[in-house]
C-alpha cells in the first residue's frame, strides 16, 4: 500500500478523532475534517492536515475534495464517511423540514463527498470507502425514525455501491457501531429540544424519560465502548487486502444482528419494543 492517504470527516471528538489520530499514529498521511474554527485549530495542532466541510454545505464538500487533489496530485486512498447527527422524535413528530436536513447530514452529504472522492481513488489504483453507519442501520427503534431511516439509506447505498465497484480495486465497508462513549448524545439532545415540539406531543411522557436519559439521569448504557473500538475495525478495513463488507462493533450490535436473522418478525418487534425504552 504505497499511498495511505485518507479523508476523515467528523473529526472534532469521538470516533473521528480517535480514529485521524489513531491511523496517524500508524503512518497514514490523514486528513481530518471539522466545523468549527477551534476544532480546524485543534487537529492541526495534532499534526493532522484539518479541513473545513460541512455535510450540509455542498460547496464545502466540493471544495474539501478540490483541496486534498491538489495535496494529493489528484490521489486518494481511503474515504472514512464518520459526521452525522441523530435527530430524535417520533415519526408522527417530524416535520418535513427536520427529516430533509437529517437526510442533508447523514445521507446526501455522504453520498456528494463519496463520488467526488471516488476519482481519486480511481486515479490512484484503486482504494477503500468506508461508511461509519449504525446498529440502527441494522435494526429500527422506535422514537428514532430519522436517524434508522438515514442509516437505513446508507446501508442500501453503501451495498449497491460495493457490488458496482467489484474488480475496480476499490473496496467499500459499513461499520456498524453500536454505543460508544462520544458527544453524539450531546448533539441528540439539542436536536431534540429544538426540533420536536415534546410539550404538546402525544408522546409528550416517553419523551420525559428519554430526556431524563439524554441529560444523564438515568443509568449509564453498560455496553460503551471507547470509540478506540471503531479505529480497530476501521484498521482492518482500510488495510486487510481482503476487507469485510460488514463489521460490528458492540455487542448490541451483534446481538440485533443476529436476533434479525433468527427471530420471526413478531418476536423482533417485542424486543425491539422493549430495547427502544431501555436506559
Same mark, same amino acid.
Given at each position: 500500500? %504505497?499511498?495511505?492517504?485518507?479523508?476523515?470527516?467528523?473529526?472534532?471528538?469521538?470516533?473521528? $478523532?480517535?480514529?485521524a489520530?489513531?491511523?496517524?499514529?500508524?503512518?497514514?498521511?490523514?486528513?481530518?475534517?471539522?466545523? #468549527?474554527?477551534?476544532?480546524?485549530?485543534?487537529?492541526? +495542532?495534532?499534526?493532522?492536515e484539518a479541513?473545513y466541510?460541512?455535510?450540509a454545505?455542498?460547496?464545502?464538500?466540493?471544495?474539501c475534495?478540490?483541496? *486534498?487533489?491538489?495535496?494529493?496530485?489528484?490521489?486518494?486512498?481511503?474515504?472514512?464517511?464518520?459526521?452525522?447527527?441523530?435527530?430524535?422524535?417520533a415519526?408522527?413528530d417530524?416535520?418535513r423540514?427536520?427529516?430533509e436536513?437529517?437526510?442533508?447530514?447523514?445521507?446526501?452529504?455522504?453520498?456528494?463527498l463519496?463520488? !467526488?472522492?471516488?476519482?481519486?481513488? $480511481?486515479?490512484?489504483g #484503486?482504494?477503500?470507502?468506508?461508511?461509519?453507519?449504525?446498529?440502527?442501520?441494522?435494526?429500527?427503534?422506535?422514537?428514532?425514525?430519522a436517524?434508522?431511516?438515514?442509516?437505513?439509506?446508507?446501508? +442500501?447505498l453503501?451495498d449497491?455501491? !460495493? =457490488?458496482?465497484? $467489484?474488480?475496480?480495486g476499490i473496496?467499500?465497508?459499513?461499520i456498524?457501531? +453500536?454505543?460508544?462513549w462520544?458527544?453524539?448524545?450531546?448533539?441528540?439532545? !439539542?436536536?431534540?429540544?429544538?426540533?420536536?415540539?415534546?410539550?404538546?406531543? &402525544?408522546?409528550? %411522557?416517553?419523551?420525559?424519560?428519554? =430526556?431524563?436519559? =439524554?441529560r444523564?439521569?438515568?443509568? &449509564?448504557n453498560p455496553?460503551?465502548?471507547?470509540?478506540?473500538?471503531?479505529l480497530?475495525k476501521?484498521?482492518?478495513a482500510?488495510?486487510? @487486502?481482503?476487507?469485510? &463488507?460488514?463489521?460490528?462493533?458492540?455487542? @448490541?450490535?451483534? =446481538?440485533?444482528?443476529?436476533?434479525?436473522? *433468527?427471530? @420471526?418478525?413478531?418476536?423482533?418487534?417485542? *424486543?425491539? %419494543?422493549?430495547a427502544?425504552?431501555?436506559n
Amino acid at each position: 500500500m %504505497d499511498n495511505r492517504s485518507i479523508l476523515i470527516t467528523g473529526c472534532s471528538s469521538g470516533i473521528g $478523532r480517535a480514529c485521524a489520530l489513531g491511523l496517524k499514529a500508524r503512518g497514514w498521511r490523514v486528513f481530518a475534517t471539522a466545523r #468549527g474554527k477551534e476544532d480546524i485549530a485543534d487537529l492541526q +495542532g495534532h499534526g493532522l492536515e484539518a479541513l473545513y466541510l460541512d455535510y450540509a454545505e455542498p460547496d464545502s464538500v466540493r471544495a474539501c475534495v478540490e483541496r *486534498v487533489a491538489e495535496r494529493t496530485e489528484g490521489r486518494l486512498f481511503a474515504l472514512f464517511n464518520n459526521g452525522a447527527y441523530g435527530q430524535l422524535g417520533a415519526v408522527e413528530d417530524l416535520s418535513r423540514a427536520v427529516l430533509e436536513a437529517q437526510f442533508q447530514a447523514n445521507v446526501f452529504g455522504w453520498h456528494d463527498l463519496t463520488v !467526488r472522492a471516488l476519482p481519486l481513488m $480511481r486515479a490512484n489504483g #484503486g482504494g477503500r470507502v468506508v461508511q461509519n453507519s449504525s446498529v440502527l442501520g441494522v435494526v429500527a427503534m422506535k422514537w428514532r425514525g430519522a436517524y434508522n431511516a438515514s442509516k437505513f439509506a446508507i446501508e +442500501g447505498l453503501s451495498d449497491t455501491l !460495493r =457490488l458496482e465497484l $467489484r474488480g475496480s480495486g476499490i473496496h467499500v465497508s459499513t461499520i456498524e457501531p +453500536g454505543p460508544i462513549w462520544s458527544r453524539f448524545v450531546e448533539h441528540a439532545l !439539542r436536536h431534540f429540544e429544538q426540533n420536536i415540539d415534546i410539550e404538546h406531543s &402525544p408522546y409528550r %411522557d416517553v419523551y420525559q424519560h428519554h =430526556l431524563k436519559r =439524554l441529560r444523564g439521569e438515568t443509568k &449509564p448504557n453498560p455496553f460503551k465502548l471507547p470509540p478506540e473500538a471503531v479505529l480497530k475495525k476501521l484498521v482492518h478495513a482500510l488495510e486487510h @487486502p481482503r476487507p469485510k &463488507p460488514k463489521y460490528y462493533v458492540t455487542f @448490541p450490535t451483534h =446481538l440485533m444482528a443476529l436476533l434479525r436473522r *433468527v427471530l @420471526p418478525w413478531r418476536v423482533l418487534d417485542a *424486543v425491539l %419494543d422493549k430495547a427502544s425504552d431501555a436506559n
